[in-house]
């Protein structure tokens, strides 16, 4: 943060000014071209007020603390404005004030990054406005917005206000595909006690041989004449299990390509997650992921593991045991990077497996069937017209290659990355 606050007050294009000024005022010296002296000098003259005007605004404006304000949650390609507030500070004639988001960007939560930057011209007397801080995928983000004090011309950029510094966790893209069904048969059956309101909590019927003698409401009882006993209205219902895997492993080194297939099964894993829970709310997700497990019983708790989600990334591939004597069927979401997903799906048996994998598109080039609303294409220049650079660390894995699977039902998703 300190090193934000002492950057460079005079800008490229201010430097060349000031040498071209310079140069033409030494040479109109040697000549003794007075309209060259006083073009030079008059040139001097401004650069100057306008490096001591700012200089004596920027050190008023030391204590400013600006706030940026993402949308919640943050979606990658989404388009969304991030709200900046606190410039409630006039700027001198000639000066606008900037706002200014640097930081790194970990696609898909990898451990390479690269450097990202967006900025915003506050208008004159506005205390707010919108920068365009947007994501090729997802990922996390970590940043700092700053303030900086420039004038029109673009000779100097003068840091004021304190650094505010900001973690991000981008969500993926949302993935449009066909709607899925899933019966209810179809998942583990399980029960547990569902109480109802202390008002409505017993019931009465006529005494039958069995019952304890401490249910028996014996004031009831004695007006009647008949045994009455008190029943709890506390009953079983019947909850559906769905288990999931997010096989989120890779053995190789991660190149772009890599982590465009894992962010598509990311946004794959959220849909399925979300159509059944509009399908059907009592259904409980049991979700098993290389950084543990998870259960999702209500929309909170789905929020929260989407949230979480988009910060996963690769783990080293490992043999994951599935319990093969369980009931209902295994939904798997993996991509073409998880060697040993043969070996996870052999030991499903006999269970019905249902998977749902990204692979990239050069590994079907005779498939007949592929349209193009099948693949999604990531393009390096989503990275360049967000203001992302490109690492070339990326690119020194190679291609993907196809992998080879048997499940009951196959579902693939293409994906490919491209200028």
């Given at each position: 943060m300190k090193l934000l606050r002492f950057r460079p007050v005079l800008t490229p294009v201010g430097g060349a000014v000031i040498i071209i000024a310079l140069l033409i005022l030494i040479r109109s010296l040697v000549m003794r071209n007075s309209y060259e002296i006083v073009l030079s000098c008059g040139i001097l003259l401004v650069l100057l007020a306008l490096a001591v005007i700012g200089l004596w605004k920027s050190r008023k404006l030391k204590t400013l603390s600006a706030l940026w304000k993402t949308p919640f949650p943050m979606t990658a390609r989404a388009g969304e404005k991030t709200h900046v507030t606190g410039i409630d500070t006039p700027v001198p004639l000639f000066f606008r004030m900037h706002f200014i988001v640097r930081g790194r960007f970990f696609p898909c939560a990898g451990s390479r990054s690269c450097?990202?930057?967006?900025?915003?011209?506050?208008?004159?007397?506005?205390?707010?406005?919108?920068?365009?801080?947007?994501?090729?995928?997802?990922?996390?983000?970590?940043?700092?917005?700053?303030?900086?004090?420039?004038?029109?011309?673009?000779?100097?950029?003068?840091?004021?206000?304190?650094?505010?510094?900001?973690?991000?966790?981008?969500?993926?893209?949302?993935?449009?595909?066909?709607?899925?069904?899933?019966?209810?048969?179809?998942?583990?059956?399980?029960?547990?006690?569902?109480?109802?309101?202390?008002?409505?909590?017993?019931?009465?019927?006529?005494?039958?041989?069995?019952?304890?003698?401490?249910?028996?409401?014996?004031?009831?009882?004695?007006?009647?004449?008949?045994?009455?006993?008190?029943?709890?209205?506390?009953?079983?219902?019947?909850?559906?299990?769905?288990?999931?895997?997010?096989?989120?492993?890779?053995?190789?080194?991660?190149?772009?390509?890599?982590?465009?297939?894992?962010?598509?099964?990311?946004?794959?894993?959220?849909?399925?997650?979300?159509?059944?829970?509009?399908?059907?709310?009592?259904?409980?997700?049991?979700?098993?992921?290389?950084?543990?497990?998870?259960?999702?019983?209500?929309?909170?708790?789905?929020?929260?593991?989407?949230?979480?989600?988009?910060?996963l990334s690769f783990s080293p591939s490992v043999n994951e045991s599935v319990i093969s004597a369980g009931a209902g069927d295994i939904y798997v979401f993996s991509t073409a990077c998880d060697f040993t997903l043969p070996a996870f799906l052999l030991a499903c048996n006999p269970r019905p497996v249902t998977l749902f994998i990204s692979q990239n598109i050069t590994a079907n080039q005779h498939e007949p069937t592929r349209t193009n609303e099948d693949k999604e294409v990531l393009y390096l220049r989503d990275f360049i017209s967000r203001g992302c650079s490109v690492s070339p660390r990326w690119f020194g894995s190679g291609k993907v290659k196809p992998l080879k699977v048997h499940a009951a039902k196959i579902e693939n998703n293409y994906a490919q990355v491209k200028l």
């Open positions: 450097t990202m930057l967006a900025e915003t011209s506050i208008p004159r007397d506005e205390t707010s406005s919108y920068i365009a801080l947007d994501f090729p995928m997802s990922g996390i983000f970590q940043g700092n917005g700053y303030c900086q004090l420039r004038d029109i011309f673009g000779f100097f950029s003068f840091s004021c206000g304190l650094p505010a510094a900001n973690t991000l966790n981008v969500r993926s893209a949302p993935y449009f595909g066909k709607i899925i069904h899933i019966n209810a048969q179809a998942g583990a059956e399980d029960k547990r006690n569902k109480p109802s309101a202390d008002e409505e909590r017993y019931y009465m019927r006529e005494y039958t041989p069995g019952d304890r003698l401490r249910d028996i409401n014996w004031k009831s009882s004695d007006r009647i004449d008949t045994l009455i006993t008190r029943i709890s209205t506390d009953n079983q219902e019947k909850i559906t299990r769905i288990e999931v895997h997010f096989r989120n492993y890779c053995s190789a080194d991660v190149s772009l390509e890599a982590l465009w297939l894992l962010d598509r099964a990311k946004a794959r894993l959220a849909y399925f997650l979300r159509s059944i829970k509009e399908q059907n709310s009592s259904f409980i997700f049991d979700i098993r992921t290389a950084q543990g497990s998870r259960e999702i019983e209500d929309q909170n708790d789905l929020d929260a593991f989407l949230e979480e989600l988009a910060g």
